[in-house]
């Protein structure tokens, strides 16, 4: 079992920042690529961002590339999803996963992770 805990997020005005933080316990996190998604109103959970386990690889959305940055501490068993410049359409409730597959690489489809957290709900005002 691994646990997923989301803290950080908050309303913003545009433009602003943010840091989400992902806290995980259960099972040894290095061994686990982490993913960040989204899901906005009548929206279905989109991808965001995807972090290896080593940290070495991340791949992001089109939509969030150049502004959001992920990144993972081993040593605190907890990956961040830094925001920066955020935009009114950023707002959703932003999810933490977790893959056990034992990936070197990044996961970036949903379906393929297998622990998710409660999520934090993100809101840009405009």
């Known amino acids: 079992q691994v646990q997923l805990v989301e803290s950080g997020g908050g309303l913003v005005q545009a433009g602003g920042s943010l840091r989400l933080s992902c806290a995980a316990s259960?099972?040894?996190?290095?061994?686990?690529?982490m993913g960040w998604f989204r899901q906005a109103p009548g929206k279905e959970r989109e991808f965001v961002a995807a972090?290896?386990?080593?940290?070495?690889?991340?791949y992001y959305a089109d939509s969030v590339k150049g502004r959001f940055t992920i990144s993972r501490d081993n040593a605190k068993n907890t990956v961040y999803l830094q925001m920066n410049s955020l935009k009114p359409e950023d707002t959703a409730v932003y999810y933490c996963?977790?893959?056990?597959?034992?990936?070197?690489?990044?996961?970036?489809?949903?379906?393929?992770?297998?622990?998710w957290g409660q999520g934090t709900q993100v809101s840009v005002s405009s």
């Open positions: 259960g099972r040894a996190f290095s061994m686990h690529a």
């Open positions: 972090i290896s386990r080593s940290g070495g690889i991340v």
């Open positions: 996963a977790a893959d056990l597959t034992l990936s070197t690489g990044v996961v970036t489809s949903r379906n393929d992770y297998d622990y």
